[in-house]
């Protein structure tokens, strides 16, 4: 593995004179254990290429294990023992069935897409990718720090004594009087370095749970309608006194476990974690006098039209990884006045994707 700066450019910085090789091995394995270090935490740098089998099982996303990626070499999906290469299409276009999207390169976030560019489930139980990982373009080869200018820099090496220029200290690597890492100005030399900055310090990722729950009550408002005779209505959680005929509450999300999933230093940003939850969405169909069976029927009409909205846009807009409606339950009963009938079903709507 290259390295991320070079012999001459750390002795510059330490203000070590080129001709003097007395302290090159022990700079040269500073540079080479600092490289791996840097990258654990950042992702790769120096540009590589990668390869990796991904078990898809019906997702319609995979996330690539060593983001940012430069470029998506190749893409093959296997069905059994036939194998599908798949080609880019982009947003806007179409090609054929066998279409991908790099949504988020800086994740690593890989989209199946249809013929006509919609999202879609990956047709195999696996499939291999070929791409270059690293950044677009390396930081400079050069270390930030005092020029030759100020040769008081570092403490000069004495006869007798360990020069404090190059010392241990928990936790990591301290080079001479403790530089900063990355400087804060644009205009340093070192400026290049801000992307592994940003990458160690941006904001945790977010859950998808509220954006999820938005929308779903968006898409069912958008998509569900009355029967002619009788109101229906959408709520986002309890529908308090506003109670009609036939009411739908997207309501409690339940059952979330999250677990890493892209092991890189202090894991911030997208893609770090994986989480799993459920959330519930109630029909309730009520009708006057002695119809069960309409009642039923109403409401397992609705139910159905519940599930294939959701199986229609299984990633949400593309909030989230996968969406598919997995368990169910109904109550039909009599109103508690004895006036009508009253049917009751809970669907839950299981989610996953990384945040």
């Known amino acids: 593995m290259p390295d991320l700066v070079d012999l001459a450019a750390v002795k510059d910085a330490l203000n070590i004179d080129q001709g003097d090789t007395t302290h090159d091995p022990e700079i040269q394995r500073y540079i080479a254990a600092a490289t791996p270090q840097i990258e654990y935490i950042t992702g790769p740098v120096l540009p590589r290429p990668v390869t990796e089998t991904h078990r898809c099982w019906g997702s319609s996303r995979i996330v690539l294990r060593q983001p940012p ?51 879609m489930s990956f047709l195999g139980n696996a499939v291999v990718v070929g791409y ?35 010392r241990r200290r928990r936790g990591g690597l301290l080079l001479g009087r403790a530089h900063p890492a990355v400087p804060a100005g644009a205009g340093d030399p070192g400026a290049g ?25 968006t898409l069912l408002t958008t998509q569900l309608q009355g029967d002619g005779r009788t109101s229906l209505k959408v709520f986002y959680d309890d529908p308090g006194t506003d109670i009609l005929d036939d009411i739908v509450v997207v309501g409690k999300m339940a059952n979330r476990v999250s677990k890493p999933f892209t092991m890189r230093g ?48 299984p990633s949400l807009g593309g909030l989230v990884t996968l969406a598919f409606p997995a368990h169910s339950s109904d109550d039909p009963k009599e109103e508690s006045e004895q006036m009508g009938r009253l049917v009751d079903i ?10």
């Open 346 to 355: 809970t669907l839950g709507i299981t989610i996953e994707s990384d945040f």
């Open 69 to 119: 990626v430069l470029s998506v070499n190749s893409v093959v999906e296997y069905l059994g023992l036939s194998a599908y290469t798949l080609s880019a299409q982009a947003p806007g276009t179409t090609l054929n069935n066998y279409g991908y999207v790099m949504d988020f390169p800086e994740t690593g976030v890989l989209r199946r897409v249809s013929s006509v560019g919609t999202e």
């Open 132 to 166: 270059t990982a690293g950044l677009v373009s390396t930081p400079p080869r050069r270390l930030p720090g005092r020029t030759r200018g100020h040769p008081r820099s570092v403490p000069a090496i004495t006869a007798g004594r360990r020069r404090p220029a190059l």
């Open 266 to 313: 202090s894991m911030t940003g997208r893609g770090s974690m994986w989480e799993t939850y459920d959330i519930e969405v109630v029909v309730s169909c009520y009708r006057g006098g002695d119809q069960p069976q309409h009642v039923y029927e109403r409401a397992w009409l609705l139910a159905t039209q519940i599930e294939s909205a959701v199986r229609a846009d």
């Open 193 to 217: 370095c801000a992307y592994a900055v940003h990458r160690m310090t941006a904001p945790l990722g977010t859950t998808t749970v509220p954006a999820a729950k938005a929308y779903l009550f």
